[in-house]
């Protein structure tokens, strides 16, 4: 089992930064794919970026590509969404997401086993 709990989420501006944490509890989280999703009221949610348990691989959404970035430690049992000139159209409910092998965006969030809270990133223009 692994919970998770997201952070970080705020109201902006267009153009600001902003970091998104997960933290992980349970064991192994070493060995789980990381992605974050994220989800606009009557939409489905989306894959913006998935890594890989060790860190080695990595893919983003082309939506977002060139201004988000996933990371992790797993010393610290955590993932990161690095995200720049955010965009009004970024504003969403964004989660960690938790499961097995990595097979980057495409994959659908029921391949998923585990899932945060959710937090909720406001972008205004």
């Known amino acids: 089992q692994v919970q998770l709990v997201e952070s970080g989420g705020r109201l902006v501006q267009a153009g600001d930064s902003l970091r998104l944490s997960c933290v992980a509890s349970?064991?192994?989280?070493?060995?789980?794919?990381v992605a974050w999703f994220r989800q606009v009221s009557g939409k489905e949610r989306e894959a913006v970026a998935t890594?890989?348990?060790?860190?080695?691989?990595?893919d983003v959404a082309a939506s977002v590509q060139g201004r988000f970035t996933i990371s992790r430690d797993n010393a610290k049992n955590s993932a990161y969404l690095q995200m720049n000139n955010l965009k009004p159209e970024d504003t969403a409910i964004y989660y960690c997401?938790?499961?097995?092998?990595?097979?980057?965006?495409?994959?659908?969030?029921?391949?998923?086993?585990?899932w945060g809270q959710g937090t909720l990133v406001t972008v205004s223009s």
């Open positions: 890594i890989s348990g060790r860190g080695g691989s990595s």
């Open positions: 997401a938790a499961g097995g092998m990595h097979r980057g965006v495409s994959l659908p969030a029921r391949s998923y086993d585990y």
């Open positions: 349970g064991r192994a989280f070493g060995t789980y794919t």
